[in-house]
């Protein structure tokens, strides 16, 4: 009995590990969204401080796509979650809200 309960701890543990991999691959793909508005000629900065508010987001959107990356290969290797890697899965959604709200601010003050 104890043997199926690992067994279906562990299937559950591949499911939400499988799970947390499509809402990165989403994000990845949300970021070239983001990534495509922002290069957008509406979206040419109009003061310095734009200019550098612009390419300070250029730069989170190429971070969060470059530790996606690294996230969904280190989930792909180790099917079954750890601790470490679900707090990195939870810190890159967070930062991923956060680009998106500093995004959506630039965006709005640009106008």
């Known amino acids: 009995m104890k ?3 690992s067994t279906t701890e562990s299937q559950e543990s591949v499911r939400i590990t ?3 991999i499509v809402k990165l691959e989403r994000y990845t ?3 070239a969204l983001l990534q495509a508005k922002l290069n957008k000629y509406t979206c040419e900065p109009k003061t310095k401080d734009l200019f550098e508010r ?3 987001l250029k730069q989170q959107m190429l971070r969060l796509q ?3 990356q690294e996230i969904i290969r280190s989930l792909r290797e ?5 601790e470490d890697q679900l707090e990195r899965v939870k810190t890159q959604f967070d930062e991923f809200m956060s680009l998106q709200s500093a995004l959506q601010d630039y965006v709005t003050h640009n106008h």
Do not use: A, H, V
Request: net charge positive; glycine share 0%; hydrophobic share 25%.
């Open 54 to 56: 612009r390419n300070f």
């Open 18 to 20: 499988d799970n947390y």
């Open 78 to 82: 180790r099917k079954e979650l750890m």
């Open 3 to 5: 043997y199926f309960k």
């Open 66 to 68: 470059k530790s996606n």
């Open 29 to 31: 793909q949300d970021l």
